[in-house]
Structure formats: C-alpha cells, structure tokens
C-alpha cells in the first residue's frame, strides 16, 4: 500500500465508485469482507476510513470551509470553542497576575503612607513620593557636606507631580525627615562653613574650621576680612531658634589671637558690625549666626525639625521629630547597613523602578558605608545590582572613598558674588547631569531617528542642548518617555527558549519589539502585549522543541486526534510517529501512527508539512486512503491556533504558531537538517538593526533604543546586553522565565546608564 506520490495524487479513472454513505452498515460489511484476510487492527481503521469517505456531505463541505478560512487568515486562529487555553498559557497569566498585584501595591510601612493620586500604566505607578529609611549610612550630598545617619525614616517628593523621583537631579526633590538621628563630625561642620556657606567671590570669611568640644560647644576658626585678612575664632554654642532657623551663639571671639569680648562688651560693638553676612543660606544677627535649616546643605532640599542638639568632641548629633512617626519601624527588608525605599517612581539615569522597592547597600559590610549623591553613578557603576523574581533589587555599591576619583575630587570652586553661596557646587553638578543626560538620550542616526531629527525647528533643539539643560531648577523633560524607535534587539548564538522547552537555538536575528498600542514601553513580563517584528536572520528549531511545541502547547486541549508527537530527519525528510485518534476519539485507544514527508515555506508565511507516507499499526495507509479519496482531516481533523490539517497538507502560520509574543518575518527558506528545521527569514530593507557594542561574547542578547520595562523597572531609551559569563558555549535564554534567570545572576549599570545582565550564578 506504499506510494511515492502525495496523498492526494491519483488519477479519478483508478478511484473507486464512491460507497454507500449508511456509515455503520458501510463498515460494517466493510469489517465482514476483510476481517478473514487482515487484522483486527486494519479492520478497525479500514472501517473508519470507509466510514470517513460516507460522511454527510454538507459536513465535510462545513468543515473544509472552516480549517481553509481560518488557516488562510491565521492558519487556524480560532480554536474550537471546546478547547481550554493551554497550560501553558494559562501559567504565565497566573504569573502576570501576580507581578501585576506585586506592581499595583500602595506602600506602607512605620506610620508612613503613600497614596495612588494617579492610575497604574505602564510608565508610571500613579504614587507621587517614595519612603526612604537609613541606618548607619555617611551620607554625603557632595564632598565632605553631609551627615552620619544613625537612623532615619523620610519622605521624597519630586519638585513637580507626576515626575519621578530623579537621583540624577537632587534639585527636584524634597527630603521631608520625620524622624532619626544624624551627626555632623569636625569635617562635615568644616565642609559646610568653609566650602559651601562662605566659598564664594567676596565673601568676608575664608579658610574656615570648625571643631565641636566636649564642652558641649563648637570653635570656629578662620579668616575675616577687614581691609586685609585677619585671623578670627569663635567659640560658642548651636541652638534652634524656630523651626527653621539654626543658630550659632559666639560667646568668645579673639581677633588675630586677642580676646576680644571685653573690647566689644565696652565698645558696644557686636559681630554684624564687623563682618557683613547676609546670604540666602545664613546672617549675622548681634552675635548669632543664624542658618536656614532647610539650605543648610547643596541639594536636595532637607526638610526636618530639631528637637535635640547634643555636642561634643564625636560631633554635633541632632535629633529629628516632626511627631508624625512615633517610633521607626523597620520593613522586614531593611538592611543592617544601607537605605531603603519603598514606592513611587525612582529614576537612575536610564532604568526607573516603579513603586519600587529598594535596598542601597555596601559591598563590604564590614566597612563604613560612604554615598556621596553627586558621585552616586560611579558608585554605582563600580557595583552591581541583584534582582528577585519579585522585583525588589538591591544596590550593592563601594564605599565612595574607596574610588580612584573620589582621591581627585578636591577642586574648591568658587561661587558667585551674586548668589553669595558655592552655587559653583550645584551648576558642576547640573552640568556634569546635562552631558549625561545627552549620553543617555543619544540615538544613533538611522534614517528614522534622522528624519525626526531634521523636522524639529533649530530653535526647539538648542533648548536642548546642555547649556539649556544644565540650569538648577529646570523644569524637567519627560523623564517616563525616549523618543526613539521601538526596541531593536540582536541575538546572537543563543537557544532562546519562548517558554519552557519551546523555542530556537538562534544563529543570528535581527528584530524590532513593537507594542501593539503606539506609545507604550515593551513590557518583557506581557507576551500578549507586543510584537516581534524580525527584520533578518537564522534559526534553527531543533527537533526536540518543535516536539514540545506539539506536546506542550499545540495538543493541550480534549478531545484531541494526536498524542504525542516526536520527530526525527530521515534521508532529508521528516519522520513523525505518534498516537492518532479517528474524529478524536475512535477507536477509543491511540493508534500508532508514522509519517513521513517534507516540509517547505509555501510563502514567506507559512509552512507546510506534506506526508507522502502514513502507517498506521505499522501497516501503510496512504495507498488505500488515496484510493478512496480520503484526505487526513477527514480522520484526524486538527485546527489549533498558528496550525491546521488542511486536506493532506499539515499548515503552520509561523506568525501565531508558537506561544505569545507573535513572530512576524518573512521566510525565505525551510530545510530539514539532522539538527533541526532551518528557517532563514528575508531581510527587511526598511527597519535599521541594533548594533551590538564591539567585544561582546560570542552568546548574547543585546536591546537598544526604545523603552523596555524588565521586572518593575521601566528602560528609556535602553542599552541592554544579556550574557552569561559561566558559559562559554551557547547561552540559554528563557523569555518567559526571565525573571528567574536574572534574579539568579547580577546586573551591572555603566555610567552611561546601559545594564550588563549576566545570567551567571552569582556566588
């Protein structure tokens, strides 16, 4: 019963009249005829082939229509409405479901509430303000100008509603204190005196010093100007005099080493009368020296309340209360040593985590923890970042003295004689910010991106340029938006799996992830939300996961008519053996079934798998199956969604085949290997590739332009390289269990703002 030619050759004149279409008599005397001279087994399919050629003819004609019209238009998108959603599937909304809840959270925690004022996107949790707790952390704002914090529970507010909370722009936030403690050592006092208050043209006071005494009192050294530099001391006590002014009372002066207080006392002469201070920051008042709180530091702005000034020879420690956090509570996930924070929207230079949940952490945590907020990006890049599943992340981040720049950072600028302060301090931070900022928002000239470029009137982009961006106080361009294309992704020598054993061992792919609502960021986590446009490349689908894709996908429904598909290359041709079932369900048992045939790219679509031979109990079928005219959609009808058994033809719509999210290329080519089934996909002229950084490995992921949201953290404009260090074959990469697979690893963040995800086991 072999034959060479397809199931559906044959002349008519060799066909047989067609049988009586009483279905049960017609197998029947079918059974009767032949049971003496076959087997049991040939009786039972030969009667339902039988029974299959008398079927109601405005069925079989209801039937074809329906596989042809749905393969035509998505070979086979509309399932049976029997059907269940695979497992498969229905795992991964599952697990969308819950990132979704973990994202949707309000947060709170120690007395401390944030409120939803907007609706949860993609771009933006809708939550104004994050909460920042710290312990045992020297903060620096720049320099030496900060404060030891003890223990802390705060507030950050953007400068502007709706923005996030911009690391890279301390001066569009708010530090709103509720409650700690924090010391200001000799050096700190000295940095705020002598670098930041009176570092400016004109200033009457110059090289100061200031030294806190076990006396409970500071002294204050330095020089005052009058005609020439004379030498000046002060000792003298802190106090609060309101809510917002701090002030230092002198209760002894010496001048040039000469006490002074009796002359001054009898002269009725007090400081204001020989030194003229008035800044925006502090002023002389009678002898007090009166500082505004909230200034007191280079931003971000502070916003605490002192109740308690304790001095001594450690350092003047404050204690802070604004009565609104009776006790600091600890989150479980608070480290020893470090910060955390914990909602809203926090940016650092590309990456924006979304209500996010943070830990800052030192390296060695054994060692003093240094973060200097202006300097954060090179602590950051000399660190690396951890993810869980969740999407919580830690920084892990050095010591800020342990960095070869921070011996260089000893320039002391000078600040303007019009702002009467080192505002000098802010402008190299705003600029140093906006040269950044041209890094990160940078985007190759492709001729989209040029385009753009050239439609936007001359005037419109020197606003901005650096120049523009670098003034204090700004308001801020859209921190949630890139302007680019969509993401463009290469991989390169990687087995990307779509989902559990499904996927491709990728030679080299060129690809644009397009979401299907114009304007959103491509969601990793929501398969169903965007596209995979290929624009040129090779893959080869190994036979293994082109068997997972029957098995774990394409068969996961009930009743079905194939079980257990497996598929192997024999003398150029594919072999598949399985379990049929006739009309999915008779006989009742799986059949054994081998088939073999090829398997081409009917256009640049579809492909077609066409069986030239077909064994049923190891006995061949298509001879008879072709005598009577019978197609094998009639026996085993197949309609899945990317799939359907159309006449003899097995078709697959390589657009919706496989799992969410829908691959759309155009086939040049379909081959069958011992390896797999080589796909080769015609380039696409109109859509420029990425182009991966020189030296990478051999094995990577690599993502540019666009924005991306991975884990709860929203890209803009990304530069994502994925890789595993670990191995030097092949990377595996898992789209569907990405999370997984990085919360095991480390992410590094270049000063640039691009991530090194390295999926290796981190020790």
Request: hydrophobic share 40%; aromatic share 6%.
């Amino acid at each position: 019963m072999e034959q060479s030619r397809a199931l559906g050759e044959g002349p008519a004149h060799d066909r047989p009249a067609a049988p009586s279409c009483n279905r049960r008599a017609a197998g029947a005397r079918y059974a009767r005829a032949w049971s003496s001279r076959i087997g049991v087994g040939t009786v039972l399919l030969t009667a339902a082939l039988l029974m299959s050629a008398c079927a109601d003819a405005s069925s079989t004609a209801t039937d074809a229509t329906h596989i042809a019209a749905g393969t035509a238009a998505t070979a086979g998108a509309g399932q049976p409405a029997s059907s269940a959603q695979p497992a498969l599937e229905l795992a991964k909304l599952k697990q969308l479901a819950a990132e979704q809840s973990v994202a949707a959270r309000v947060p709170s925690a120690s007395g401390m509430t944030e409120k939803r004022t907007r609706p949860l996107t993609l771009r933006d949790s809708g939550i104004d303000g994050s909460m920042m707790f710290a312990r045992d952390v020297d903060f620096r704002v720049t320099g030496d100008i900060g404060f030891m914090i003890q223990d802390m529970a705060a507030t950050l507010s953007p400068a502007h509603p709706g923005q996030p909370i911009v690391f890279d722009d301390p001066t569009n936030v708010t530090i709103n204190v509720h409650r700690g403690q924090v010391t200001m050592d000799s050096a700190k006092l000295t940095a705020i005196f002598n670098r930041y208050l009176f570092q400016y043209q004109g200033s009457p006071l110059r090289n100061m010093r200031v030294v806190p005494l076990d006396s409970g009192s500071l002294r204050i050294t330095g020089e005052m100007h009058r005609e020439t530099w004379v030498p000046i001391t002060l000792t003298g006590s802190l106090s609060m005099r309101s809510a917002d002014e701090l002030v230092f009372h002198a209760d002894h002066v010496e001048v040039a080493g000469v006490g002074a207080d009796k002359l001054m006392q009898a002269a009725h002469v007090k400081m204001a009368d020989l030194l003229k201070v008035d800044t925006p920051i502090a002023r002389l008042d009678g002898d007090d020296v009166v500082m505004q709180v909230t200034k007191l530091t280079p931003p971000p702005a502070l916003r605490m309340s002192i109740t308690q000034i304790e001095t001594s020879a450690a350092g003047v420690r404050f204690t802070l209360d604004d009565r609104t956090v009776p006790i600091i509570v600890w989150p479980a996930t608070m480290p020893a040593r470090g910060l955390l924070i914990q909602g809203g929207d926090v940016k650092f230079m590309r990456s924006m985590p979304m209500n996010i949940d943070m830990a800052i952490v030192p390296v060695d945590a054994s060692a003093s923890f240094v973060l200097d907020l202006y300097h954060y990006r090179e602590q950051l890049a000399a660190g690396y970042l951890t993810f869980e599943e969740t999407g919580a992340l830690d920084v892990h981040m050095p010591s800020y003295p342990t960095l070869a720049n921070a011996a260089r950072d000893t320039t002391a600028q000078m600040g303007s004689a019009n702002a009467r302060y080192n505002d000098s301090i802010i402008h190299a931070q705003q600029a140093a910010l906006a040269q950044a900022r041209l890094v990160w928002q940078h985007m190759p000239h492709t001729s989209s991106t040029a385009s753009a470029a050239r439609a936007i009137p001359v005037g419109t982009r020197a606003a901005f340029s650096a120049s523009a961006m670098s003034m204090p106080g700004a308001a801020p361009a859209d921190e949630r938006h890139s302007s680019g294309p969509a993401p463009l992704i290469h991989v390169e020598n990687v087995d990307f799996y779509v989902a559990g054993r499904i996927g491709f061992h990728v030679r080299s792919l060129d690809a644009q992830m397009v979401p299907k609502k114009p304007g959103q960021p491509v969601d990793l986590d929501d398969p169903d939300q965007y596209d995979i446009h290929i624009i040129g490349g090779e893959v080869i689908e190994p036979w293994p996961a082109m068997a997972a894709l029957f098995n774990d996908y394409l068969l996961d429904y009930a009743p079905r008519s194939l079980d257990d598909l497996q598929l192997k290359p024999v003398d150029g041709k594919l072999e598949v053996t399985g379990g049929i079932k006739l009309w999915n369900h008779f006989p009742g048992v799986w059949l054994p079934t081998t088939m073999s045939g090829t398997i081409v790219a009917k256009d640049e679509r579809h492909l077609v798998y066409e069986p030239t031979s077909v064994k049923v109990l190891g006995v061949p079928q298509a001879g008879l199956l072709r005598a009577l005219d019978i197609p094998l959609a009639s026996l085993t009808p197949f309609t899945r969604k990317g799939v359907a058994l159309m006449g003899n033809e097995l078709v697959f719509d390589q657009y919706t085949v496989f799992p969410p999210p829908v691959l759309q290329g155009r086939l040049a080519s379909a081959t069958v290997t011992d390896e797999g089934l080589v796909l080769k996909f015609k380039r696409d002229g109109n859509l420029v590739a990425a182009r991966p950084p020189a030296g990478v490995s051999k094995s990577f992921v690599w993502i540019e332009s666009g924005d991306v949201k991975m884990f709860n953290s929203l890209v803009t404009n990304t530069r994502t390289l994925i890789k595993d260090s670990s191995n030097p074959g092949v990377m595996k990469f898992d789209l569907y269990g990405y999370r997984r697979d990085v919360s095991k690893g480390t992410v590094r963040m270049g000063e640039d703002g691009g991530l090194d995800v390295d999926l290796a086991a981190r020790k």
